[in-house]
């Protein structure tokens, strides 16, 4: 049960994060708050997407996916950004229901598992959220996404 | 499959018990409606197998829950067109929702001495008094439409009453005395001219007949849970959401809040931002239960079984010699709620008597003293319809209205 | 008869269940309680055979629901020691007649600028934000005990804190997050000295022990039905008659007033003052019975096993590598609701586990993020017992914190 | 079951209250209202007791009780006021557990039926708990009955 949860993929990003530390050059930034759970993640971007850097407090489910998304994303072009943003918001409100695409995604289809946890896809999400609010700061719109619920 | 009362009874266990040796003759929905089997059933389920607090864990026991509650919230937003889960905001009771309007729209709206509030003569207490406070705490001034002689709402001076000066108007959408059914079409419009935002009462008329919010245009609607199949302890707000985002939270503390410190506290959005602490969560997933047993029946054949109980029962009533009927005479934008007064016998006394026959209808003010005023009586009786109502116990109520004037005579 | 976990739990239908296939382990009793058979029980015959609205006819389903009601209050007030029944406020939650307390009383002591409201950091956010608001609209200002490291109130400025520019001070009875029973004895006194009055958060306190509000001698107590074998849906407030009686309304609507016209309203003695529109009617008849329930236990005999369960807790908990306790570390004038951290696992983490293995604990800021900014973590892990707590289950969770370690190893 | 509550007695006070009627010279007044029904009352004494008038709206309990009042009360000493006044009282609280005296209570014992019938007790109490207002506003205390709800 727990196995569908904690994927060794997700354990290995958790453990050891890609890309974490703020760095002070930047053009948008967002700071998204669960507030159930009190987890945050700072999100800092480049108009250009060259650099993504984060800092935050929470579980293994938002720190891997935040290691996840600045993998996937950092130094992509704003359609490719979009185009796995918007899969990867799709695969956690699937509930499970959509088959992931490990071209699109990469690591992050490990988080398939997570959409049947609903208490975690906002954990999940956290980053995700940030990086959208921070990316429309800098200047790019990253897509209408669906509203996701705290 | 075509609407079928005896059918439906079936599914209402409290039909099985007599009163004072008579079988019970409920003509009282008005006040608080009977509770089918299906309703109760998914309460006690919940109680038993899914119980857990609500968006605060993520055990599974928890987890179910929220997933119960929202997926209630969620079917009672479709129920009434709402645009969204996230306009639906649970209280406790109809009160608590127009209290909340008043206490965070109020806030919203900054009302200053000048401006107006505007409700109706043919208000319940609920859609009055909160008005009549708002108005004390921010100097604003409370007007009203007057009530027609045939118990309409006197629309006449609608263009004097919603005037530039006019922030809200709150009005029922059906009379829970008169059984006057308001299409707030004209309100409405009168309104949007003036930039004021309007409220509609729904307590008595989202239980009765298809209520679309959109259709409607209003900006918020009460409406509570027991007067339409589900328990007590539960009310619904709906409000547009634009709206709702840009109002200050009402009651305070846990799970309204987005961050916390001593000093400084930030705010969910909407619907959190309204349900402060705990909610009524299993009364919340039996409220979503009543809501499927209505709309499995149909809203529309509900409406059309309560017109043809209350087009027999005015005929009925209006054959009882010293009978007087308040409101509407015919059925005509009218619901199943009849208030009338028994010549020279007093309220309590025709209740009294009726009760005695296991026939239950409410006597008193109704909480709308205002509309007793209107009519110059001190009290009325009255006798409100459901989708369980059925002739014979329009005949029974026909039949110790006689008893009434044997007995005062 | 001496106290028998096992037969309590045969009242308890949710404990046949799995989750996640493991027997269920509910350790998170400070969020929600569970139910006994008897509570649920008497709410649906309550629902199947008399309900009625309650106060407002003669008929005999409403009388049989008013006398429910009404004797639901009489039970609660014996239980809590209060002088009167009509001390008794039904409200939906605690939280609403914490907001009620901060709204009316608020008023009542027509707050300004300069004035001063105390409560403390271990506070639910319930607890807090209404007193935050209270102080927005007041200009009055907010101020709070500090907790020391062992997870008491820190007393130690409180002839400073409670002084003579302080009209309230209201603070937990026993802390949601650190276990933490306060005596609020020394602060009555101070309070009493400058003249303020006290209102305790009784939430996890009534569910509990014994709690005697003349004892304590406070002038409010708020408590919540959910907590305590009771529904969702219903919450008290209780408060000296003499204090009631000169508030002023909070919620309004029917069943508030005394009489009612279109410019003006006069209000209705307490209870009913505070009880504005439909109350939670078959939640109240619920509380009542869980009330009976736990008198038939009796509330010592509860007290004295979840000081067992806690100290047994407390030393199994202990004896796990890296987990760290927060909040008294002896069972000394502590309740049975233990937080901890698991060194290097975020607590959503640990709660994960342990529901994989049929544990339910609470991980987050339990709706107090000041308690958790004070000791400098984000969330907490939270387990918490009642009556129905055994060691078995205390065993599992020490066994589901192995796991958690060997998974984050 | 309506004959405990509408006795003979109790109607035809209702048809022909006695006493009926305000008067101008008093030195006490009062006027109560029951909540729930709107029912109202207005009750008038002189200080030694020796009128006593009333008029109200309500339903043929309440009428009925202030026409009793009347008699029972009306020319009355203070002790026998004070008697009857509290006799009159338990009575109507005593759920039909207590047997009437008829010779304090005359005519006042045909209420012993309302008892039964916790609805209308309120009816039946409302003349006598204005009557004791309206004496207290004269000087006259008709003795610590116990407190009544709405
Ligand atoms: C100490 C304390 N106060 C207040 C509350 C609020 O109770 P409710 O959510 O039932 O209003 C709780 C529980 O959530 C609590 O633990
Ligand atoms: C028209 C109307 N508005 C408001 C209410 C208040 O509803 P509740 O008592 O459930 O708050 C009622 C019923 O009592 C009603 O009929």
Redesign the interface.
């Known amino acids: ?2 196995d569908g ?2 994927q060794e993929i997700i ?1 290995d990003h958790y453990k050891h994060p890609h890309g974490r530390g703020l760095r002070e050059q930047f053009d948008g930034e967002a700071h998204h ?1 669960n ?6 993640i700072t999100v800092r971007v480049n108009a250009d997407m060259s650099d993504i850097s984060y800092d935050g ?5 938002s ?1 891997a996916s935040a290691s996840v998304l600045h993998e996937l994303l950092e130094g992509k072009d704003s359609a490719t950004i979009a185009e796995v943003h918007r899969a990867f918001v799709e695969l956690m409100q699937s509930r499970g229901a959509v088959e992931p695409d490990e071209d699109v995604l990469g690591d992050g289809i490990a988080f398939a598992g997570v959409a049947k ?4 896809v906002k ?1 999940a999400l956290l980053p995700w959220m940030a990086f959208k609010d921070a990316a429309a700061r800098a200047g790019v719109e990253v897509g209408a996404s669906p509203e996701v ?2 | 499959m075509s609407f079928d009362v005896a059918r439906v009874r079936k599914d209402f266990p409290i039909f099985e018990r007599e009163v004072n040796g008579h079988p019970l003759v409920y003509l009282d929905s008005a006040n608080t409606s009977q509770k089918p089997v299906q309703v109760l059933d998914v309460m006690r389920a919940h109680q038993e197998r899914h119980n857990g607090n609500v968006s605060r864990s993520v055990h599974t026991l928890g987890t179910e829950s929220t997933e119960m509650y929202e997926g209630a919230r969620a079917r009672i937003a479709s129920f009434i067109g709402a645009g969204s889960p996230d306009e639906v905001i649970f209280t406790k009771n109809s009160t608590e929702a127009i209290n909340l309007v008043a206490h965070s729209a109020g806030q919203f709206l900054a009302l200053k001495e000048g401006d107006e509030i505007v409700i109706s003569e043919m208000e319940h207490h609920s859609n009055l008094v909160p008005w009549q406070l708002l108005c004390e705490r921010t100097g604003a001034t409370l007007r009203w439409f007057g009530i027609t002689d045939e118990g309409r709402l006197d629309e006449s001076q609608l263009d004097e009453l919603v005037n530039e000066r006019t922030k809200l108007v709150s009005v029922a959408h059906m009379s829970n005395v008169l059984g006057t059914i308001n299409d707030p079409a004209r309100l409405v419009e009168r309104a949007r001219q003036v930039g004021a935002l309007v409220m509609l009462d729904a307590s008595q008329s989202v239980p009765h007949f298809a209520v679309d919010v959109r259709a409607l245009g209003v900006d918020f609607i009460a409406f509570t849970g027991h007067k339409m199949l589900g328990p007590t302890g539960i009310g619904v707000l709906w409000g547009r959401f634009g709206l709702l985002s840009e109002m200050p939270p009402f009651l305070a503390g846990g799970s309204m809040i987005e961050t916390v410190t001593m000093g400084k506290t930030t705010y969910a959005p909407p619907p959190a931002r309204f349900e402060a602490g705990t909610p009524p969560i299993t009364e919340a997933i039996g409220l979503g239960a009543a809501v499927d047993y209505l709309t499995g029946i149909g809203m529309d054949e509900i409406h059309r079984h309560e017109q043809e109980i209350t087009a027999y029962a005015l005929e009925q009533l209006a054959a009882v010699p010293g009978v007087r009927i308040y409101g509407p005479a015919s059925p005509v934008s009218r619901g199943g709620t009849v208030s009338f007064g028994v010549d020279g016998v007093h309220p309590h006394d025709v209740g009294q008597v009726l009760d005695a026959l296991g026939v239950e209808v409410r006597v008193g003010h109704h909480c709308a003293r205002p509309v007793c005023q209107r009519f110059s009586v001190p009290a009325m009786t009255r006798a409100s319809f459901y989708l369980y109502t059925t002739t014979e116990e329009i005949d029974a109520l026909a039949r110790g209205l006689d008893q009434v004037r044997k007995v005062f005579g």
Do not use: H, N, W
Request: charged fraction near 15%.
């Open positions: 049960m727990l949860l904690y354990l708050v507030p159930t759970c009190g987890d945050e407090l929470g579980c293994s489910i720190q946890f609903p208490a975690r954990c619920k705290a």
